[in-house]
């Protein structure tokens, strides 16, 4: 039987694979910034090396590098990316 962690990488997978695009303000920085801005403010990823663990579609890779990250490192453990 898989574990908990196995069958939510596979999840996480099976979604990406049906739901690839995030058009509009889902894709928009201002989402990003809305979701964490109590953590960590948009401007201080201008310029800055930054790290997306469970990268996925790479929605959120975009939307950092749309924020001015000078590179982004994008890891995803699932088979399905």
């Not at 058009?23 to 401007?43: A, C, M, N």
């Not at 800055?48 to 994008?74: E, K, P, Q, W, Y």
């Amino acid at each position: 039987m898989p574990t908990l962690q196995q069958r939510t990488i596979e999840d996480f997978g099976e979604q990406w694979s049906c739901y690839r695009d995030n058009p509009g303000f889902y894709g928009d920085p201002s989402f990003l910034q809305e979701k964490f801005g109590p953590l960590i403010r948009l401007s201080d990823v201008k310029g800055r090396r930054v790290a997306d663990i469970g990268s996925g579609t790479g929605r959120i890779v975009a939307m950092l590098l749309a924020a001015g990250a000078a590179h982004v490192i994008a890891v995803e453990p699932s088979s399905a990316y």
